[in-house]
Nanobody, 120 residues
Framework: EVQLVESGGGLVQAGESLRLSCLAS????????IGWFRQAPGEERQGVSC????????YYLDFVQGRFTISSDNAKNTVYLQMNSLKPEDTGVYYC?????????????WGQGTQVTVSS
């Protein structure tokens, strides 16, 4: 059974940092891509970043480029999202999801989410 468990969310002030973790189990981690998504209250879920564990390719949406860094520890089956210079508009529930092979495939398994709140 595929399981994804996020952790690391919390309440911070603008300009501070958080590191989210996504612990994966139930599949061959090295062959999958892991993406981070977020959903703000009243808004649709949006992609944030993704990493392909097979070749290390990474992708970022423009609004986090230069502030967020995605990384993967294949030995721990864990993907991290380091979030620096946080802004109030980064507030939302952050989810990780898995896709077969690359970030261009469908994300079909999701974690339960972790809340990130950035105060101004």
């Amino acid at each position: 059974e595929v399981q994804l468990v996020e952790s690391g969310g919390g309440l911070v002030q603008a300009g501070e940092s958080l590191r989210l973790s996504c612990l994966a189990s139930g599949f061959t981690f090295d062959n999958y891509a892991i993406g981070w998504f977020r959903q703000a209250p009243g808004e649709e879920r949006q992609g944030v970043s993704c990493i392909s564990n097979s070749d290390g390719s990474t992708y970022y949406l423009d609004f986090v480029q230069g502030r967020f860094t995605i990384s993967s520890d294949n030995a721990k089956n864990t993907v991290y999202l380091q979030m620096n210079s946080l802004k109030p508009e980064d507030t939302g529930v952050y989810y990780c999801a898995s896709a077969r092979s690359t970030c261009h495939h469908t994300f079909d398994s999701w974690g339960q989410g972790t809340q990130v709140t950035v105060s101004s």
